[in-house]
């Protein structure tokens, strides 16, 4: 595509439900990056994918929170038993090569609400 | 570890003013890069313009220019004939040379009034 696509662009859920949040990377792109953006704030890395390897996770803020990339395009970020603090946009961004020294692409954002 | 700081959480210029937002970093690396993005309502990031660490030369784009002090690890973004597209959160970031996330400080947020 043109540019990378989330869905949903805005989810409502219950407390305790579980959500998945789609990614489509621009294509070609190795590299895919889900961030997480509080209201107010800058956003916070939580996990980084080259190809289909996640290399980095470190920024998932607990065991409720999966992501994948089985086939090295399409991402899914996962949150079980969503808790209000989950309350953010989820940003997610592809680059062509493997470091952030490169452009990353941007999409716009799935902002959850947890009530 | 590597901390990003915006000090202004509020800007607000007329239309066709020069605006500058400041933005310093920590870190004890040598090498590195340095970002602005713009976030518009719409949520996309996008990349207003990047500097590295290693280049003395200071990064300019169109109406856009950083001004990248090294040893204050400062980089400030200056917008020169402000428009109102130009409205926005600005966000500034780092990443290091041989990492992959970028590091992002709170926003300011820009407004230019007519």
């Known amino acids: 595509g043109a540019g990378v696509s989330q869905s949903p662009r805005y989810k409502v859920a219950k407390r305790g439900q579980d959500v998945a949040l789609r990614c489509d990377p621009i294509?070609?792109?190795?590299?895919l990056f889900w961030y997480q953006q509080a209201l107010g704030q800058g956003p916070e890395f939580l996990t980084y994918?080259?190809?289909?390897?996640?290399?980095?996770k470190s920024g998932l803020p607990s065991d409720r929170f999966f992501a994948e990339r089985p086939e090295g395009s399409v991402s899914t970020l996962k949150i079980q038993r969503t808790q209000q603090e989950d309350s953010a946009v989820y940003l997610c961004?592809?680059?062509?090569?493997?470091?952030?020294?490169?452009?990353?692409?941007f999409g716009q954002g799935t902002r959850l609400t947890v009530v | 570890a590597q901390t990003v700081t915006q000090s202004q959480p509020e800007m607000s210029v007329q239309e066709a003013e020069t605006v500058t937002l400041s933005c310093t970093y920590d870190t004890s690396e040598s090498n590195y890069y340095l970002f602005w993005y713009k976030q518009p309502p719409s949520r996309q990031m996008i990349l207003v313009i990047r500097q590295e660490a290693y280049k003395q030369q200071n990064a300019t784009e169109n109406r856009f220019s950083v001004n990248f002090q090294k040893a204050a690890k400062s980089f400030s973004l200056k917008i020169s004939d402000s428009q109102l597209g130009d409205t926005a959160m600005y966000f500034c970031a780092f990443s290091l040379d041989s990492n992959y996330q970028l590091i992002w400080g709170a926003g300011t947020k820009l407004i230019i009034k007519p």
């Open positions: 294509s070609g792109h190795v590299s």
């Open positions: 961004a592809s680059s062509l090569m493997r470091a952030t020294n490169t452009e990353a692409f």
């Open positions: 994918f080259q190809n289909e390897a996640q290399l980095d």
